[in-house]
């Protein structure tokens, strides 16, 4: 079936150093994937997302890359700040317009 | 975001009652979701709407009912038949079927004392 793995679970980086969280997904079909960021006990917002005709997409510090061929996609956040500390979801598209959703990656931002 | 409103924020329920925890949206959007997301967790979804008077079951939908009778309103029931319905419930919608972008409701955290 459809589905969606992200790796690693919990990323511990140091404040100014890149963080990277990776997703793969399973449906060849899948033409839509987002990034959400959830603080605790918050709603998911929404921080940046892709298509499957772009490679790569960045919007200042986050920045997306996809790879079609090997069905994954990563997110890369630069110059990490303490307010980057949350859980980052990833999500593909999916049959029956749901999103298919990555498990979630707490990031930690040691100061 | 803000066009998205979920009540009430915290629920408390005892063993063998039915709530209904409400979600109403101003976004004029098409589809409507409904995902239970337990502490640490990801999240899943229990029923979702393309379109009024119409719904289809997610992965977990046992236990929990919906209706969609107007367009800015998807209440959902959690019914008794729920053995461990504590979670935090999120509403999400979304323009339509040529979108594909979902946004979230502030949460309803439902305790079973």
């Known amino acids: 079936g459809e589905n969606v793995e992200q790796h690693p679970s919990t990323l511990s980086v140091q404040e100014g150093d890149s963080a990277v969280i990776k997703c793969t997904y399973s449906?060849?079909?899948?033409?839509?994937f987002p990034w959400y960021k959830q603080e605790l006990g918050k709603r998911p917002q929404l921080i940046i997302d892709i298509r499957s005709n772009v490679g790569e997409k960045k919007d200042q510090r986050i920045a997306v890359t996809l790879n079609k061929t090997a069905k994954h996609f990563s997110l890369h956040i630069t110059e990490t700040q303490p307010e980057d500390s949350a859980v980052y979801f990833c999500?593909?598209?999916?049959?029956?317009?749901?999103?298919?959703w990555g498990a979630g990656t707490k990031l930690i931002i040691k100061p | 975001d803000g066009g998205i409103t979920q009540s009430p924020k915290y629920l408390f329920r005892k063993e063998g009652q039915n709530v209904t925890l409400s979600c109403e949206q101003n976004?004029?959007?098409?589809?409507m979701y409904w995902y239970r997301q337990d502490p640490g967790q990801g999240l899943r979804l229990i029923y979702y709407?393309?379109?009024?008077?119409?719904?289809q079951k997610g992965d977990i939908a046992e236990g929990y009912s919906v209706s969609r009778e107007k367009k800015e309103s998807f209440p959902l029931t959690v019914t008794s038949a729920q053995k461990n319905p504590t979670a935090f419930y999120l509403c999400?919608?979304?323009?339509?079927?040529?979108?594909?972008?979902?946004?979230f409701g502030p949460g309803t955290r439902l305790t079973v004392l």
């Open positions: 999400a919608s979304k323009a339509g079927p040529s979108t594909d972008t979902q946004y």
């Open positions: 709407s393309q379109i009024v008077n119409d719904f």
């Open positions: 449906d060849s079909a899948s033409n839509y």
């Open positions: 976004l004029n959007h098409d589809a």
């Open positions: 999500a593909a598209s999916g049959s029956n317009y749901q999103l298919i």
